[in-house]
């Protein structure tokens, strides 16, 4: 018999937290208001393959695959693209898939030179919801 643990409350805040930093901090930054449901984006909710349970080891995989992502997405928005940022995103992208945390979009979305629309967080977040 196997035990698992779940994940605390504060873990789970914690990946809400980083998801809407990815859905409506970053992502408004290079990909369009209009082209984008930030509600199915990052939620295992709406994915058929429905596999997180909540569990701390879980929750720690999904933890450090949205704060690698967010990190890689950072460093390249001074920099160009290096191979090694394409395996790390790559990487983490499929773990986040595994436990249906759809994240279609590619690294390249994200090159500096695709950074030209500036919405913060808030303005982003009003405009979808009006």
Do not use: W
């Not at 080891?57 to 990190?71: G, N, P």
């Not at 390249?76 to 945390?101: A, M, T, V, W």
């Amino acid at each position: 018999m196997k035990i698992a643990q779940a994940a605390p409350p504060e873990m789970e805040n914690y990946i809400e937290e980083l998801t809407e930093q990815l859905r409506y901090d970053l992502l408004p930054r290079y990909v369009s208001v209009d082209k984008l449901n930030p509600d199915e984006l990052l939620n295992p909710d709406y994915c058929t393959d429905h596999l997180y349970n909540g569990l701390l080891d879980e929750a720690l995989q999904v933890i450090s695959s949205l704060q690698t992502i967010i990190a890689v997405i950072e460093a390249i928005q001074h920099r160009p693209i290096e191979e090694s940022d394409c395996k790390q995103f790559e990487k983490n992208i499929s773990i986040l898939k595994k436990y249906g945390f759809l994240f279609p979009i590619s690294i390249e979305c994200f090159a500096k030179e695709n950074n030209l629309i500036t919405y913060s967080y808030e303005s982003f977040y009003n405009s979808y919801i009006n």
